[in-house]
Nanobody, 121 residues
Framework: QVQLVESGGGLVQAGGSLRLSCAASGSILSIIAVAWYRQAPGKQRELVARIGGGGTTNYADSVKGRFTISRDSARNTMYLQMNSLKPEDTAVYYC???????????????WGQGTQVTVSS
């Protein structure tokens, strides 16, 4: 019913930038909240950034001042602009969205498939 498709990952040198995109498609009535998570090898998945229902943004301390989350509601797309990348930012990045479907009017959480970001030193 709903798909989140990510793009924009890749290999970059430390200090470089990447922009991740996540496009939602399907029978979407509205998107309440969006977020980016990441999971490094051997570690738990962690929240990177989030835009809540009221538009409030939150960032992990480790990315504050370097990463920016945004969304284009008209295109049902979210973005994560990542600047000044560090080797410790290496991880699989996942988008997450709380979406209300046309079919049942209930908010449910959905995940993208993940995109690899590798930062070399």
């Amino acid at each position: 019913q709903v798909q989140l498709v990510e793009s924009g990952g890749g290999l970059v040198q430390a200090g470089g930038s990447l922009r991740l995109s996540c496009a939602a498609s399907g029978s979407i009535l509205s998107i309440i909240a969006v977020a980016w998570y990441r999971q490094a090898p051997g570690k738990q998945r962690e929240l990177v950034a989030r835009i809540g229902g009221g538009g409030t943004t939150n960032y992990a301390d480790s990315v504050k001042g370097r990463f920016t989350i945004s969304r284009d509601s008209a295109r049902n797309t979210m973005y994560l602009q990542m600047n000044s990348l560090k080797p410790e930012d290496t991880a699989v990045y996942y988008c997450n969205a709380v979406i209300v479907l046309v079919s049942n009017y209930r908010p449910e959480g959905y995940w993208g498939q993940g995109t690899q970001v590798t930062v070399s030193s």
